[in-house]
């Protein structure tokens, strides 16, 4: 795969946190960043950020800590 800005082969890239603004929720995210002209690749929500939420929200849910 190569990056599409600067064209380096990219074997690995940097994942940066941020946070995602839908109307007037906040998600937090994960941007996909190119090593070499850090330029970014992608943006999502971060599904493991999501899921850890979640399962905090069940257990407090639930009477747990």
Known sequence: ME???C??????V???SIIVRA??????GIA???PSCR???SVQ??????????VAKIVKSLGGK
């Open 7 to 12: 064209e380096a082969t990219l074997s690995t």
């Open 39 to 41: 330029s970014i690749l």
């Open 32 to 34: 996909y960043v190119c």
């Open 23 to 28: 109307r007037r929720d906040d998600w937090r």
């Open 14 to 16: 940097h994942a940066k």
């Open 3 to 5: 990056c599409p800005k």
């Open 45 to 54: 929500i971060d599904p493991l950020a999501t899921q850890n939420d979640l």
